[in-house]
């Protein structure tokens, strides 16, 4: 169990690499890559039951972590209806995943390189009338295979599972499923339906994330991981 303390919209696995919420992310990483010894994990999407529980939080920083770990890693803001990844990573959203899957824009035009070596983005783009017609097309999945061949690790933030079926779509495309809880916002049935959901569609969960996990009123904003 690992404890990720995070205050501020920013990355704090980057502000000090020493410090024990960048610890906690170390651990975080090496909970998954030792969650499957049969199955490859390269494909993770981190997703929640509902919007604000920290889905953008814990891929950005995730991401980053995986990067300083020397290995070549995408995110992917599959979060069409609410991306921030180009904010976060301070990046242009002129085009994105939506101009890949609507054949404006060619994958190796739009993959952006970040101020993090290793660590590239693939923005979410203009927000399109039909994401979740386009992340079950046919240029979604051969997409994701050329990316495979390309990155080490591949992460994607998704949209809330509950409100549309974007989440359970992407998950057909993932390795692996990490679910973010905001404890202190959600009922726990709402949770084990968000789970539900994904298993329905057969995802592969490794591991769920309690953000704002208070233990002491001086403590707040942590994180706690548990794998499946
Ligand atoms: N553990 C945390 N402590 C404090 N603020 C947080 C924490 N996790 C997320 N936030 C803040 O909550 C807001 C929503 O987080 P975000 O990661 O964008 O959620 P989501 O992607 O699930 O909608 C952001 O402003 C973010 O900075
Ligand atoms: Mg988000």
């Known amino acids: 169990?690992?404890?990720?303390?995070?205050?501020?919209?920013?990355?704090?696995?980057?502000?000090?690499?020493?410090?024990?919420?960048?610890?906690?992310?170390?651990?975080?990483?090496?909970?998954?890559?030792?969650?499957?010894?049969?199955?490859?994990?390269?494909?993770?999407?981190?997703?929640?039951?509902?919007?604000?529980?920290?889905?953008?939080?814990?891929?950005?920083?995730?991401?980053?972590?995986y990067a300083q770990d020397e290995r070549k890693v995408l995110l992917i803001d599959a979060d069409m209806r609410k991306p921030t990844g180009h904010r976060t990573f301070q990046l242009s959203n002129r085009?994105?995943?939506?101009?890949?899957?609507?054949?404006?824009?060619?994958?190796?035009?739009?993959?952006?390189?970040?101020?993090?070596?290793?660590?590239?983005?693939?923005?979410?783009?203009?927000?399109?009338?039909?994401?979740?017609?386009?992340?079950?097309?046919?240029?979604?999945?051969?997409?994701?295979?050329?990316?495979?061949?390309?990155?080490?690790?591949?992460?994607?933030?998704?949209?809330?599972?509950?409100?549309v079926t974007d989440a359970q779509l992407i998950a057909s495309n993932s390795d692996g499923v990490l679910l973010v809880i905001h404890s202190g916002k959600v009922k726990k049935d709402i949770a084990i339906k968000a789970k539900e959901n994904l298993l329905r569609v057969n995802a592969r969960m490794l591991g769920v994330i309690l953000n704002n996990v208070k233990r002491k009123a001086s403590e707040e904003y942590y994180y706690y991981y548990y794998g499946s």
């Open 1 to 65: 169990m690992s404890r990720l303390q995070n205050k501020k919209r920013h990355l704090n696995v980057l502000t000090n690499s020493h410090s024990p919420i960048a610890e906690a992310y170390r651990s975080l990483r090496t909970n998954i890559d030792f969650s499957s010894v049969d199955e490859k994990t390269q494909v993770i999407m981190v997703t929640s039951a509902g919007p604000e529980e920290g889905k953008s939080t814990v891929i950005s920083n995730l991401a980053v972590t």
């Open 95 to 163: 085009a994105g995943l939506s101009s890949v899957l609507s054949h404006q824009s060619d994958l190796e035009e739009v993959i952006q390189e970040t101020e993090v070596s290793n660590l590239y983005v693939l923005t979410a783009g203009p927000i399109p009338p039909n994401p979740s017609e386009m992340l079950n097309s046919k240029r979604m999945g051969s997409m994701m295979q050329l990316l495979r061949e390309q990155f080490d690790i591949i992460l994607i933030d998704t949209p809330p599972v509950l409100a």
